[in-house]
């Protein structure tokens, strides 16, 4: 067993702010920080591995942490990332602190990772035999793409039903005639591209967005938000509870509560969806271990394990063979759906993520 010791160098609350880090982000890193650990030893017996937690890691650990180790004999240790990993990747590589050694992001984070003047991400160095079985954009340089998932219309089936339930965002945005205690993310990703399309834009052409007429519409639904969910346990909470009769939710988190019994339902027009995907932080002492375990998640029969748990589409389509046609139907990449969904706008996030996120929140507090 390699012998794990502490890092002796400390980091500040004034060096992350120097970082250009803002105090939410410091405060959500410092305990990790502050009990981060680093390998001494070269033989690697764990890899630690964040995912975003709830069915994911149920699902992630069925499907790659425990057959990962069963075959190579390297202990996934799991954890899970906060609601922003960017200022946590720049400060663990900053100061070396390594507090995972493979992450689970999506392609706006790798944009603003990338952005940042220095390297934050390691090639993954993934090669496939059969690259066109893979959904576009799965697998890049630093990237290794696994699950597709989806923002939809959640909604409760007994307070809408047949013909009578919201299909889109038009509908969720008809007060009239559409009743019921609504909730959106309090993001502007996503968020700002809902309420464009609610407004009649295209969701071929969402992007760049259209600002300015993305907060005349949400102006038009503000009064009648009930909660503005942060976090996709709160929004399945949300929907299981009947606390809100419609409300925009991650389909993994809504299908969670469905098989849980909930009385809901998704409508998918409208849809957004979005790719997950393993990386590896610049310097990793256990880089070639996270290489390592990447390759062996690329495998269409192991992705299609996942959905088991995790309502997600693999970026594997041969996964498909592996997974009952029942449960196939339910996936954001199934053929109902995905002609539904439009693609989240990695690069435009990756651009206006922040500056944008500062105006959303000042608009929901205002």
């Known amino acids: 067993m390699s012998k794990l010791t502490e890092n002796k160098g400390k980091y500040t609350r004034r060096d992350a702010l120097k970082l250009g ?12 920080l502050m009990s981060s650990r680093t390998a001494q030893a070269a033989e690697v017996t764990t890899l630690t591995v964040a995912d975003v937690g709830g069915p994911y890691g149920t699902g ?11 075959a190579t004999g390297i202990k996934i240790i799991n954890t899970v990332l906060g609601p922003d990993p960017v200022p946590q990747f720049q400060m663990m590589v900053d100061t070396k602190n390594y507090l995972f050694d493979v992450a689970l ?21 993934v090669t496939v035999p ?8 799965s697998i890049t340089k ?5 699950s597709i998932f989806a923002l939809a219309l959640g909604y409760r089936l007994d307070a809408f039903s047949g013909d009578k339930a919201p299909k889109n965002w038009v509908d969720f945005w008809n ?40 907060f005349r519409s949400l102006d038009k639904i503000r009064k009648s938000i009930d909660v503005w969910w942060t976090g996709g346990a709160q929004a399945t909470q949300l929907l299981q509870s009947g606390e809100l009769d419609m409300l925009s939710i991650w389909s993994s988190r809504a299908q969670t509560a469905i098989d849980a019994g909930t009385p809901a339902a998704i409508a998918w027009d409208q849809g957004l969806y979005n790719i997950d995907g393993f990386t590896i932080p610049h310097g990793s002492p256990k880089v070639e271990a996270a290489r390592k375990f990447i390759q062996f998640c690329m495998d269409a029969k192991r992705q299609s394990v996942f959905t088991e ?7 594997n389509v041969k996964a498909y063979d592996f997974i009952d046609k029942k449960k196939a139907a339910l996936l954001p990449t199934a053929p109902d759906h995905i002609g539904q969904l439009a693609l989240l706008g990695a690069d435009y996030w990756g651009e206006n993520q922040l500056a944008l996120t500062e105006r959303f929140e000042k608009w929901v507090m205002s």
């Open 130 to 137: 059969d690259p066109e079985n893979y959904v576009k954009g």
């Open 60 to 70: 992630f650990s069925k499907a790659f942490y425990k057959p990962f180790e069963e």
């Open 142 to 146: 630093q990237f290794g793409g696994v």
């Open 21 to 32: 880090l803002s105090a939410a982000a410091v405060a959500s890193v410092a305990p990790l």
């Open 309 to 315: 748990d995790l309502a997600c589409g693999p970026t």
């Open 175 to 214: 007060t009239e005639k559409f009743k019921g205690r609504r909730g959106l993310w309090r993001s502007p990703i996503c968020t700002l591209e809902v309420a464009l399309m609610a407004d009649g834009v295209d969701p071929k052409h969402l992007y760049p967005l259209d600002v300015e007429r993305a």
């Open 105 to 125: 992001l999506n392609p706006e984070h790798l944009v603003r990772l990338n952005k940042l003047g220095k390297p934050y991400l390691e090639d993954i160095n």
